[in-house]
């Protein structure tokens, strides 16, 4: 979500970079894509044609991204902080039945088989919602967030353990958790990088994300294409997230919503037509 003024900034970026941007891969660096189709006359989002993510033309480079994520970013509830009030309410009851309650992607995690007290990564963990929820739920968890400010508050008013960086991790983790993070990436590779240098051998990586897959383009075009643009620069398909993932050394699985425990628990692939797509994927050496 945008203010008016960082939506006409967002334009006049856009606006000046489209006529000399360059179309190849966010994520594979392929120079074969395809344009998909024009959003508000100078953003386009294209398709690579090799490992089939969906990217947003004019991209951005990772110190813009990170600069719009400490400054202008606002997405409701999930950046902004409740009051000690409604704090005190949310975790009275556990966040159960708010908008940002955690049982089901815990439900998933206990369904992937990882146990009390395994040992976490909340990778892109906001003001701390979800990581509290992994604690109670008995995982020891360590938190990333990129903004300082949401940081702070995650550590002052959730006892949330925030590291300055993934890399100053004071162990190795059993679990990298993020969920809804890889969107807003300008180049999702950088996440399986900081999951690779964080994990244990045998670690899993959950993650959760809108699902770009392009069926779902058929069936509402409208709500697909209001996902992406300067928010969210990618749109991501279970085959774009196979492609990343052995490219970074993992293999994987995809799932969407509603989720199926049982075809979690014995690794089988899940259906792909839901809002939301999983991806559980483990280092393969």
Known sequence: MLGTVDK?????????????????????SSEDTQKIVRKALVTVLYECNAC???????????????????????QGSTTDYPTPSELDRLTATGFKDSNKDFATYIDVIRAVGLKPNAVTLDYGSSWGYGSWQLRQAGY???????????????????????????????????????????????????????????????????????NGDPSREKTDARAYHQVWGKVHPLLISAKALDAMANANGFSGHAYSSPYDLQLITTHQQGDLGGEELLYIAKRLK
């Open 8 to 28: 006409i900034k967002y334009f006049l970026w856009a606006g000046s970079r489209y006529p000399f941007s360059e179309t190849s891969c966010a994520s594979c």
């Open 52 to 74: 089939g993510l969906r990217f947003r033309v004019p991209k951005d480079n990772v110190a813009s991204s990170e600069e719009f994520y400490q400054r202008a970013y606002k």
């Open 140 to 210: 020891h968890v360590y938190s990333f967030e990129i903004s300082l400010p949401r940081t702070a508050y995650a550590r002052e008013h959730l006892e949330c353990v925030m590291l300055d960086s993934p890399e100053t991790c004071p162990e190795k983790v059993d679990l990298f958790f993020s969920a809804h993070v890889i969107e807003h990436l300008p180049d999702p590779n950088l996440l399986w990088q900081v999951a690779s240098h964080t994990l244990k051998p045998g670690g899993t990586v959950i993650l959760f994300m809108p």
